[in-house]
């Protein structure tokens, strides 16, 4: 079984422009969440999407946006990017939003540099 | 709020001897707690979790986590550590009044087994 793909896996963008990052999760994975990996702030929660609906939402500015298809897959928006926004993003995937035993699978990420 | 803590940056061992990476949570109620290990470059793969019953946790790769409720504590441990452990490990808590795929995690610890 495929694991969650993340595309594209580096970019480089200009301040002021903005981003789509995507994530295709593992097949039969209907929840999607989106982590931010920084050295200064670690692993920070952004969303989370069930159903191409948010069932939750971390505390970042309304730069940061989220979607989920119908067919679980999910991309990410960042717009009027900032230097600080330069961080690996993960996308992670369960089977639902509300099954606890479930484990989140992530992707190897998608490494956002801002200049 | 929720909380983890890896008071440890750094640990270093010697191949062959057991490791102890640490954790402490903090958290409303029953947590769920997970480790997590991320390699250069790439995403985090889940070793152990913790839900309720046994305090002894058997995860992947021969690695096994302690829960002690009275101490907050999940450390995560391993007999004889290989090189090939070498790592950033995460510890993670999940609030069970919260969705899936929020985790809090502690900021990691890196894990050098040296030959």
């Known amino acids: ?115 | 709020a929720q909380s983890v803590a890896q008071p440890e940056d750094q640990v270093n061992v010697a191949e062959g001897n057991p490791l102890t990476v640490k954790c402490t949570y903090s958290v409303s109620g029953n947590p769920y707690l997970f480790w997590y290990v991320q390699y250069p470059n790439r995403g985090l793969q889940f070793l152990l979790k913790y839900i309720t019953g046994d305090n002894l946790v058997k995860g992947s790769y021969g690695f096994e986590a302690e829960f002690n409720k009275s101490q907050t504590s999940f450390h995560l441990k391993k007999p004889s550590a290989l090189v090939s452990d070498s790592a950033l490990y995460f510890c993670a808590v999940r609030d069970r009044g919260s969705t899936l795929g929020r985790l809090y995690f502690g900021r990691g610890t890196q894990l050098t087994v040296w030959p």
Not at chain 1, 45 to 54: A, G, K, R
Not at chain 1, 78 to 84: A, I, K, N, R
Not at chain 1, 92 to 102: F, Q, V
């Open chain 1, 1 to 115: 079984k495929a694991g969650v793909t993340q595309t594209p896996r580096y970019l480089i963008k200009t301040r002021g422009q903005q981003v789509t990052l995507s994530c295709s999760p593992i097949s039969g994975h209907r929840s999607v969440s989106w982590y931010q990996q920084t050295p200064g702030q670690g692993l920070q929660f952004l969303f989370e999407y069930f159903s191409e609906t948010q069932r939750n939402k971390g505390n970042f500015p309304g730069r940061f946006s989220g979607r989920q298809f119908s067919n679980s897959r999910s991309e990410m928006n960042v717009s009027t990017l900032e230097l600080g926004d330069s961080a690996l993003y993960l996308c992670a995937s369960s089977l639902s939003h509300n099954t606890y035993n479930s484990p989140l699978h992530f992707g190897n990420g998608t490494r956002l540099t801002v200049t």
